[in-house]
């Protein structure tokens, strides 16, 4: 008789205490996974909540809705293994922990072991991490024993041996850890390891968790099944899907990564007899040292037929320009959850010509295209249907009319240049375009000025102020489209701009999302001459962004014959960026960031070289009061300025004063 057993992975797209929501997609998972004759489906951790629910984890009321929803599921896992995360407090402390069910049945709690405290994630603060080889019993309220079915279950370090089927979990960090403990599961004979995950998106990541489960799986003889979520979860972090069964090192199958879906079920067929005989054939030594409490179950996990796998990647996944994808779907799919998760009617954008407006218009542009293609117009449309005007409409064009409005603001430092670029990217997308001159208001405040100070106001004496005000009168108008259409205003400020404060605040930072501030402009400005004629996995290029991407970068903020640039203001944007990655991200001093621009620069005198750096670190230095109010942005990568979950800084410092002077 054969060993097979039909398994699944499942990405769900979760919002923190969405307990409708959340149980829905969870049941129409599982409904999925039965229909495929999967009798063992991986959840993502802390599904019934939601990840990020923040220190909403502290509250009772949150503890007590996911054990409610757990055990509503109960009824639907009849025939069926499944994996479900959920927060909860044992012994006063608190816990990120998955239950496993089998036939209908709660056989206990796992507790998660290394929790993820780096970058983003925030898990320490309300979690304890769970101590190898422990184990007791967790006991709930009496009135949750009808609910679940008994008050008293096994919690901890556990390994379940369902009829002769073990089964184990790394959670999320588990696996990403030296002493990950498949280790210590493998030296107790595990058949499977379940790792139900929130790996938000970071470019190039998937790599690392390719290698986590192929070598696992192979190291340990193992089938293993890694499952994530997917979407814009709670506001900054982007979740890429991308579920990957292997077994024994090989990939048996893996999901298509920022998908528009509610949720995506992922199978294959694990040959346990394989996996054992990988085991039995390791003559290395066991090194695990945790020993497992066993809970056993009688169910009898149903067995299957074999299957031809091959694992099927989309072609962009290995295309030389990897990160361009990556950054045009994460931002897409990002925006898409965005808007209909806050149930804006659409986006307003202030659109300058230039590459930040521009990028962010490319990107609903794409976020269209997308949404259309995995969902179908229709089922596009079904997920905004708080929208209701977009129910009369049926095309992309259509659908980009109503959702984007444009707003070019000129003052009478702007130029035909900047309105012929704006106006046709605008066209190009199918965006509702406005041109709303806002030089009368720019004229009213400085009238108003001069009259209160008896004084004249001039570009020798007062160019920032006067620089200001243009950007500052522009935010009214598109406050104003915003509140008429029911709309999400944004911000369009690149993290080039929030390290050195090159933006006005209530100015260019006005908004309620700030979706590109996660990304430096050089990268940005590569990226639209790629959208320009290449376009995502070769399609959905726009020939109309030559028109932006043949201007020197300018905010058009001063008088037309003084030829202002971004550059000519601050520094080349690939220098800015380089200092930005030594200082911030590899925390290298002024004199540190010296020497390595020195090597790379030879070319820049040294005199050169210091201006830039000491621009660089003043400017940061005393802008840190910008970055603290810019509207929430996109994590992207590890290079992240956002002091909310990145990068902290305090706002009033000595400003390397020290530092600086020994250059």
């Given at each position: ?267 294959a067929t694990f040959d346990l007899d394989v996996a054992r005989l990988a085991q039995i054939q390791s003559h290395t030594s066991n090194t695990g040292t945790a020993s497992h409490t066993v809970v056993n179950s009688s169910f009898e996990i149903p067995r299957t037929v074999p299957e031809k796998h091959i694992p099927v990647e989309e072609s962009w996944e290995h295309s030389v320009n990897i ?341």
């Amino acid at each position: 008789m054969t060993n097979l057993i039909k398994v699944g992975g499942a990405e769900l797209n979760q919002t923190p205490l969405d307990w409708t929501n959340n149980f829905q997609n969870i049941l129409e998972a599982i409904n999925t996974a039965k229909e495929n004759n999967v009798s063992i489906l991986c959840l993502p951790e802390l599904c019934l909540t939601g990840y990020g629910c923040e220190d909403a984890f502290y509250a009772p009321n949150t503890e007590q809705q996911a054990l409610k929803l757990l055990g509503q599921l109960l009824p639907h896992t009849k025939d069926l293994v499944v994996s479900v995360g959920l927060p909860l407090r044992h012994q006063n402390k608190l816990y990120n922990t998955v239950a496993l069910i089998a036939d209908q049945e709660i056989l206990g709690f796992v507790a998660k072991k290394h929790l993820a405290g780096n970058g983003i994630h925030y898990e320490p603060r309300w979690f304890t991490p769970w101590k190898d080889g422990e184990s007791g019993t967790i006991t709930f309220d009496d009135h949750f024993t009808s609910v679940l079915g008994t008050n008293s279950f096994p919690f901890g370090d556990l390994l379940f041996d369902v009829k002769g089927v073990r089964i184990g979990f790394e959670i999320c960090e588990d696996a990403w850890v030296a002493n990950r403990p498949g280790r210590s599961l493998y030296a107790n004979g595990v058949d499977i390891i379940l790792n139900p995950s929130a790996s938000h998106f970071a470019f190039d990541k998937l790599d690392v968790r390719k290698r986590f489960v192929l070598e696992g799986s192979r190291a340990y003889g193992v089938g293993y099944i890694y499952a994530n979520l997917l979407g814009n979860e709670s506001g900054r972090a982007i979740y890429d899907g991308g579920v990957m069964i292997a077994l024994s090192g090989k990939l048996l199958s893996i999901s298509k990564r920022f998908a528009f879906y509610n949720y995506k079920v992922t199978t294959a067929t694990f040959d346990l007899d394989v996996a054992r005989l990988a085991q039995i054939q390791s003559h290395t030594s066991n090194t695990g040292t945790a020993s497992h409490t066993v809970v056993n179950s009688s169910f009898e996990i149903p067995r299957t037929v074999p299957e031809k796998h091959i694992p099927v990647e989309e072609s962009w996944e290995h295309s030389v320009n990897i990160k361009e994808e990556e950054f045009g779907r994460a931002v897409a799919l990002g925006l898409f959850d965005y808007m209909r998760k806050s149930f804006s009617k659409g986006f307003v954008v202030s659109l300058s010509g230039g590459a930040d407006s521009s990028a962010i218009v490319t990107l609903i542009h794409l976020m269209i295209k997308m949404g259309i293609e995995d969902l179908g117009i229709d089922g596009f449309k079904k997920k905004l249907s708080y929208f209701s005007t977009l129910k009369e409409f049926d095309t992309d064009e259509a659908l980009c009319e109503l959702i984007l409005t444009t707003a070019y603001q000129p003052t009478e430092n702007s130029g035909n240049v900047t309105l012929n670029a704006a106006e046709s990217l605008a066209k190009a997308v199918g965006a509702t375009f406005y041109n709303v001159n806002v030089n009368p208001m720019f004229k009213g405040y400085v009238n108003a000025i001069e009259n209160a100070l008896g004084r004249s106001l001039g570009w020798d004496t007062d160019d920032i102020t006067l620089q200001n005000i243009q950007a500052r009168v522009r935010a009214p108008s598109v406050w104003m489209l915003a509140n008429i259409n029911g709309a999400l205003l944004l911000s369009t400020s690149n993290r080039s701009e929030a390290a050195v404060g090159y933006a006005t605040m209530d100015g260019d930072t006005s908004g309620g999302l700030s979706p590109i501030a996660g990304i430096d402009k050089n990268y940005l400005r590569s990226w639209l001459r790629w959208m320009e004629t290449n376009g995502l996995d070769n399609k959905w290029n726009i020939p109309a962004l030559k028109f932006v991407n043949e201007q020197q970068p300018t905010a058009e903020l001063r008088p037309k014959d003084s030829k202002q640039t971004d550059e000519a203001d601050l520094m080349p944007y690939d220098i800015l960026e380089e200092i930005e990655k030594l200082a911030i991200r590899d925390k290298k001093s002024p004199k540190e960031c010296q020497l390595f621009l020195s090597a790379n620069h030879p070319e820049a005198s040294q005199e050169t070289i210091n201006a830039w750096i000491t621009k660089f670190f003043r400017l940061w230095s005393r802008n840190q009061w910008k970055r603290e109010r810019y509207a929430p942005s996109f994590h992207l990568d590890d290079k992240n300025l956002d002091p909310k979950t990145w990068c902290r800084f305090p706002i009033l410092s000595g400003g390397f004063n020290q530092e600086l002077g020994e250059l």
